[in-house]
């Protein structure tokens, strides 16, 4: 299973971003989706998880700025990143959990400058 990730970049403390990524549609509408993030020299963290039934729910680190949700339309889940602080630099990563698999995008660098 192939997760295409989108939209990272660099941004100013205070800015925003979004993030999307698209799944094949065979797998994208039945299952969750997430994405997680790992800094340098930190482990990979939750950011956020949707269910198929468009559910949330948010890492302590992110609620109150951060959106997630999913188009199952356009096999697409987004993640609004608002109010970017510089310890939201890291690579993130799409995730799909089936129940039996995770699959994971390839990751993409997104850059808070204080």
């Known amino acids: 299973v192939q997760l295409q990730a989108s939209g990272g970049g660099l941004v100013q403390a205070g800015g925003s971003l979004r993030l999307s990524c698209t799944a094949p549609?065979?797998?994208?509408?039945?299952?969750?989706m997430g994405w997680y993030r790992q800094a340098p020299g930190k482990q990979r963290e939750l950011v956020a998880t949707i269910t198929s039934g468009g559910s949330p729910n948010y890492g302590d680190s992110v609620k109150g700025r951060f959106t997630i949700s999913r188009d199952n339309a356009k096999n697409t889940v987004y993640l609004q990143m608002n109010s970017l602080k510089p310890e939201d630099t890291a690579v993130y990563y799409c995730?799909?959990?089936?129940?039996?698999?995770?699959?994971w995008g390839q990751g993409t660098l997104v850059t808070v400058s204080s």
């Open positions: 549609g065979s797998i994208f509408t039945d299952n969750f």
């Open positions: 995730n799909l959990h089936s129940g039996t698999a995770d699959y």
